[in-house]
T-cell receptor, first 115, second 115 residues
């Protein structure tokens, strides 16, 4: 069974540009979550999608957005990039989206560098 | 809101030494608890989990027990190996409403094991 696939692995962008990251979850998983990892703030929740609906969003500005397609693949977009957006962006998928016991499987992440 | 506090390290141990990484949490309700491990340049891998009070999660010689009375989930291993060198994250999953699933992470503990 293939794992969670994130593309691209590495990105370098200039301040003010926008970027789109992609995540393909494990087959059959309908919940996809995104996290930002930085040395200063650690791992922070961005948002969660289930069956193409955003069910929860973390405390990030509106420049961060996402969507999920009917095949459960997800994209996240960051507009008007700032230097502080440089981070490792991790995608996680899970087999059901109910609260409580849910095991999340993570991709290898996309390393975004903003210059 | 939910929070996780873990010893930040770094922790340096000799091979075959005992390991304990402390983790305490604050959460409403009855969260599930997890330990994830991150190797250099990689995403997160689930190490073990516990879903209710007094549950013990175990994997690859690592153990952690869900202690509701002390709100703790300390990670232990009796004899570490060089291959255990990585960053370890304690996390909890809480119900964010509308059935949404969200992980809250500690800051991570970097473990280095020397031969």
């Amino acid at each position: 069974k293939a794992g969670v696939t994130q593309t691209p692995r590495y990105l370098i962008k200039t301040r003010g540009q926008q970027v789109t990251l992609s995540c393909s979850p494990i087959s059959g998983h309908r919940s996809v979550s995104w996290y930002q990892q930085t040395p200063g703030q650690g791992l922070q929740f961005l948002f969660e999608y289930f069956s193409e609906t955003q069910r929860n969003k973390g405390n990030f500005p509106g420049r961060f957005s996402g969507r999920q397609f009917s095949n459960s693949r997800s994209e996240m977009n960051v507009s008007t990039l700032e230097l502080g957006d440089s981070a490792l962006y991790l995608c996680a998928s899970s087999s059901f989206g109910g609260g409580g016991v849910t095991e999340a499987f993570f991709g290898q992440g996309t390393r975004l560098t903003v210059v | 809101g939910d929070s996780v506090t873990q010893m930040e390290g770094p922790v340096t141990l000799s091979e075959e030494a005992c390991l304990t990484i402390n983790c305490t949490y604050t959460a409403t309700g009855y969260p599930s608890l997890f330990w994830y491990v991150q190797y250099p340049g990689e995403g997160l891998q689930l190490l073990l989990k516990a879903t209710k009070a007094d549950d013990k999660g175990s994997n690859k010689g690592f153990e952690a027990t869900y202690r509701k009375e002390t709100t703790s989930f300390h990670l232990e291993k009796g004899s570490v190996q060089v291959s255990d060198s990585a960053v370890y994250f304690c996390a909890l999953s809480g119900d964010s409403g509308a059935g949404s699933y969200q992980l809250t992470f500690g800051k991570g503990t970097k473990l280095s094991v020397i031969p």
